[in-house]
């Protein structure tokens, strides 16, 4: 059908790609925010109830401002000798996109080299890249002589994110497009046939680029889909055409040209379909997650590859029929086919099976094994490179006031039916959990309305509060107006380390754990939301796990009519995906490396990076399972022989899996170049799992095992398919 109707298909696809091309370049317009942490946790709802009774403004900008003497940094400086940044604040605050500008955010002492202020923005959404880059502009052109000023947020971060990602994505393609097809070139010897997968891939890029832009009119959409649909749009659109492709001048050397298109979409295409199929199931099990990022990602990936199966299954076939014996035009050299290799290979692996599978499942092991040491966080403004202003203004405020003072941990507690909160029983029991926080060695300071003054004992605060509308003294009449309501205040602490560390989680956790008579506590905060997305996912990873293990067992049942392929295969997913998170430990999280990858490590892994990898790996591994497998199955099925049709399977496919993998390891490898510490383990760790799983799993476990087990692969109770034809 795709060649009888080959000039309509290539029509709609014309279609499409205009439609895409028209979309696609608005996209970064509608991006916004990296999406990493769970919104509908408790601290993230604390965070809202904050907002709302309190005005806090848990998105609020943060501007720091380093004084220097001389152009150098010095460690104090006495405040009548900072130069005036008061006309810079004015200026700030009169920005139509700001709310408000503190007036004054003290630092412990009377010196030093470091103040900074919050700014509430009056926009959101889209609008505060816009706001952003104004006040990013406002700070370099008139911060004064002898000050150094950084911008720095969640915001900020999300906005720096999404601007050196669209420079990463350039630099990426820039690398890695030419030397895709240099090795198309060296592939398939034609120019034609080289530049096939490269268009195939483009064109998938920037028609699901478009549907995505779709999307984003009714959904939030993470900034970070655009590189995973690149990364994966380039690797599995070549892929896929690859494969087509080669079996297409396969068939053309002895059929016509319809022969061999019908004989190609039978077989080639077939394998493609459900390789196509197990890789979109890894990546929708992303939506089970609720975190945006994921879910981004998640829908996003699934469009890619659908629409690379699309035009693998259509427009390829179409093409072909159109070009024909033109494929191999401009020929430039006459590629060897490698049956020279993998048949003696093949023969010797199987001939010594069992130490082949025991060397192999040792180097896996070790590979494997620094994932057991594996420590968990959530990416924050480490993320970025160390050049981004974000970063270094919050390394800036962090060295001046500690880790914790940067991201408290917000405790709000609220009374009862709304009653009143300042009641002498609540003022005694808050006074008890205040002062027990303050004894707390890993606690660094506490702000709250029981702590404003060393001399004040509970029976102060509690005639003081008897009538807080009636306090005499205005330090505390102003600190009750700031962190308090009638029913609702404020416990800031302060934690002696970050909000990635175990002690400042156990907090959360303990403090979570308190019940307080006649009051609800509830914590927010970067710490909390952070514990709260892990625990999240972990609650999540084993649906999404398990729900990838039975789509895909059922699928390849479906496939090769066998239940021992299907386990084998995840069985062996499992290993190259495992090695791949051992060698992400030991680089990432252990620093190994870094010099050469150009990051700082910060001695955790995010969590968010091993759900994406497991989702995205399973099905990219699963490709070349189905690649070689459905070659086997062709060969048994004609032959029944298993030995001969492990030794014909891989010699059919062990040059094209090995030419597959090789391009799909220059395009993911090449974003392990980029700035983003996220972005960079995500395309190392696919190419790292490729090619282990190109080399020690599909060319030697494979063979190995399935000679071991003879006739018992192809064994299933209920379900026998006599013949296959992919």
């Not at 889209?126 to 004064?144: K, Q, R, V, Y």
């Not at 594996?374 to 990416?379: C, K, P, T, V």
């Not at 060295?399 to 009374?415: H, K, M, N």
């Not at 956790?509 to 308190?514: A, G, I, M, V």
Request: charged share 15%.
């Amino acid at each position: 059908m795709t060649y009888r109707y080959r000039g309509l298909i290539l029509a709609l696809w014309v279609v499409l790609l205009g439609l895409g091309g028209l979309f696609a370049p608005r996209l970064d317009s509608v991006l916004h925010g990296t999406g990493t942490t769970y919104e509908r946790g408790e601290a993230a709802q604390t965070d809202r109830l904050l907002e709302e009774h309190l005005g806090l403004d848990a998105d609020a900008l943060t501007v720091v401002f380093e004084y220097a003497k001389g152009g150098d940094r010095i460690s104090e400086l006495a405040i009548d000798q900072r130069p005036d940044i008061q006309p810079l604040l004015n200026d700030l605050a009169a920005l139509p996109t700001v709310e408000s500008v503190s007036q004054t955010t003290a630092l412990p002492g009377e010196t030093g080299n470091v103040d900074y202020r919050l700014i509430s923005l009056r926009v959101s959404g889209g609008d505060t890249n816009t706001a952003i880059a104004n006040l990013l502009a406002l700070l370099d052109e008139e911060t004064p002589a002898g000050v150094t000023s950084y911008l720095t947020g969640k915001a900020v971060v999300d906005y720096e994110a999404q601007e050196i990602s669209k420079k990463d994505l350039v630099r990426a393609e820039a690398l890695s497009l030419p030397l895709t097809l240099i090795a198309l070139v060296f592939i398939f010897g034609s120019v034609v046939a080289a530049l096939l997968p490269v268009v195939m891939a483009l064109a998938t890029v920037t028609v699901t680029s478009g549907l995505i832009y779709a999307i984003t009119q009714f959904s939030e959409v993470s900034i970070f889909a655009v590189t995973l649909t690149t990364m994966l749009g380039l690797g599995v659109g070549i892929d896929f055409t690859l494969v087509m492709v080669s079996r297409f001048r396969e068939e053309l050397a002895h059929r016509s040209v319809l022969e061999s298109v019908v004989e190609t979409m039978a077989t080639a295409g077939e394998a493609v379909f459900y390789s196509g199929l197990t890789t979109c199931i890894g990546l929708l099990s992303l939506l089970l997650f609720p975190v945006v990022l994921l879910r981004s990602l998640g829908v996003a990936g699934s469009l890619v590859v659908l629409m690379s199966v699309l035009a693998a299954l259509t427009l390829v076939p179409a093409l072909l029929g159109l070009l024909g014996h033109q494929i191999n035009r401009w020929r430039l050299l006459t590629p060897s086919q490698g049956a020279g290799f993998w048949g003696p290979f093949s023969r010797r692996v199987i001939r010594y099976r069992v130490v082949a599978i025991a060397a192999v499942v040792a180097i896996i092991l070790v590979l494997m094994s620094p994932f057991w040491q594996a420590q968990w966080g959530l990416g924050d403004v480490n993320a970025l490179p160390a050049s981004a202003q974000a970063r270094q203004g919050v390394e800036v405020l962090e060295e001046a006031i500690s880790a914790g003072r940067t991201a408290p941990i917000l405790v709000a507690v609220t009374a009862a039916d709304g009653d009143r909160l300042l009641t002498p029983d609540s003022v005694e029991t808050l006074y008890t959990l205040v002062e027990s926080l303050t004894n707390d060695d890993r606690v660094a300071s506490v702000q709250s309305l029981f702590n404003l003054d060393p001399t004040f004992d509970l029976a102060t605060y509690q005639r003081l509060y008897q009538t807080p509308d009636r306090i005499p003294l205005e330090s505390v009449a102003a600190a009750v107006e700031r962190l308090s309501t009638d029913d609702t205040t404020l416990i800031s602490i302060s934690s002696k380390s970050d909000s990635n560390t175990p002690r400042s989680r156990q907090l959360v956790r303990e403090l979570r754990q308190k019940s307080l008579p006649g009051l609800t506590l509830s914590v927010g905060g970067a710490t909390a939301k952070s514990l709260d997305t892990i625990d999240i996912i972990g609650q999540r990873a084993p649906r999404a796990i398990a729900a990838i293990f039975l789509v895909t067992f059922v699928s390849l049942t479906r496939l090769f009519g066998s239940v021992v392929m299907p386990l084998k295969a995840i069985f062996l997913n499992i290993m190259s995906i495992g090695a791949s998170f051992g060698a992400l430990v030991f680089i990432f999280q252990q620093g190994h490396f870094q010099t050469l990858l150009n990051f700082t490590p910060v001695g955790y892994l995010d969590i968010l990076l091993p759900i994406v990898l497991f989702c995205v790996l399973f099905g990219l591994s699963m490709d070349y399972e189905v690649f070689l497998l459905a070659r086997i199955k062709e060969a048994y099925d004609r032959t029944g022989n298993n030995t001969d049709a492990i030794v014909e399977g891989l010699e059919c496919t062990g040059r094209i899996i090995t030419s597959s993998a090789l391009l799909t390891i220059i395009v993911t490898a090449s974003f392990a170049f980029t700035s983003i510490i996220f972005v960079k383990a995500l395309g190392l760790g696919i190419a790292i799992s490729v090619l282990i799983d190109s080399t020690l799993i599909r060319a030697v476990l494979v063979p190995a095992s399935m000679r071991l087990m003879g006739h018992w692969n192809w064994w299933c109770p209920t379900l026998r398919r006599q013949s296959f034809s992919g």
